[in-house]
């Protein structure tokens, strides 16, 4: 029951996802400004495909206006779906992701910014991409640990976003996914194909989301500091 539940999960996942890029290419010419379409459309996804895999998400904290940095913990392939249901965001992720079928091509089409990490000319074109789309009010949303956390403890953060945030005068908030259970935590070793099945083959994947309050001003290296420790304190579920 659960792999036939898995597999009809994820051939609907596909298929709005194509019928939703069929929908913004339809429309398209007849919106005046392509990216709030596009953004919105995304977010419209967001809220089919959090019905449809089974995501039962309860946010805790209060959700950021727009123009804010937001920094979240990387356990999960769906973390930012988790977090793209409640607030309009420029995620930024790994170049490779570009590649994968459909699925990149979707993301980049509605705002996702793709950093080539082993280059240091891109990795500094991405920040001032980031500082600029603060600026305009717009929110970015950064893994800043750099990877999926296999391991029990958040990593050190990279700082390069937070100083963009620092240069565009903006609020860095702290989040943390939560997971209710550890079959949504990438495990060593694990494909993409078999963590995903192992997250949607259960009926209900119950997660916390936490949002923080507004980091204080303060160098780039502590504000990584404190948003770890933020994410340090809640990453891991316990039973109450």
């Known amino acids: 029951m659960e792999k036939i539940r898995a597999y009809g999960r994820v051939v609907i996942f596909i298929s709005s996802m194509v019928f939703y890029i069929a929908v913004f290419y339809l429309v398209l010419p007849f919106k005046k400004s392509t990216l709030e379409w596009g953004l919105s459309l995304r977010l419209h996804w967001m809220k089919l495909i959090h019905s449809v895999l089974g995501l039962k998400v309860e946010v805790k904290g209060e959700v950021p206006a727009e123009g804010s940095l937001l920094v979240s913990n990387h356990q999960s392939a769906i973390d930012p779906i988790v977090i793209m249901k409640f607030i309009k965001v420029f995620p930024v992720g790994k170049y490779e992701i570009r590649?994968?079928?459909?699925?990149?091509?979707?993301a980049e089409k509605t705002g996702v910014l793709f950093v080539k990490r082993?280059?240091?000319?891109?990795?500094?074109?991405i920040r001032n991409q980031i500082c600029k789309l603060l600026k305009s009010g717009r929110s970015v949303l950064l893994f800043p640990e750099g990877t999926v956390n296999e391991g029990r403890e958040v990593m050190p953060l990279k700082v390069g976003g937070f100083s963009a945030a620092l240069k565009a005068r903006k609020p860095i908030v702290p989040v943390c996914i939560q997971y209710h259970s550890g079959d949504a935590i990438w495990k060593p070793g694990q494909g993409l194909k078999s963590h995903f099945f192992e997250q949607i083959e259960?009926?209900?994947?119950?997660?916390d989301l936490h949002f923080g309050s507004?980091?204080?001003v303060d160098t780039p290296e502590n504000?990584?500091?404190q948003a770890r420790q933020f994410m340090a304190d809640k990453q891991f579920f316990r039973e109450v």
């Open 214 to 216: 507004p980091l204080k």
């Open 118 to 125: 082993n280059q240091k000319d891109h990795r500094t074109a």
């Open 99 to 106: 590649k994968y079928p459909i699925i990149g091509f979707a």
């Open 202 to 207: 259960n009926p209900v994947l119950r997660i």
């Open 223 to 225: 504000l990584a500091e």
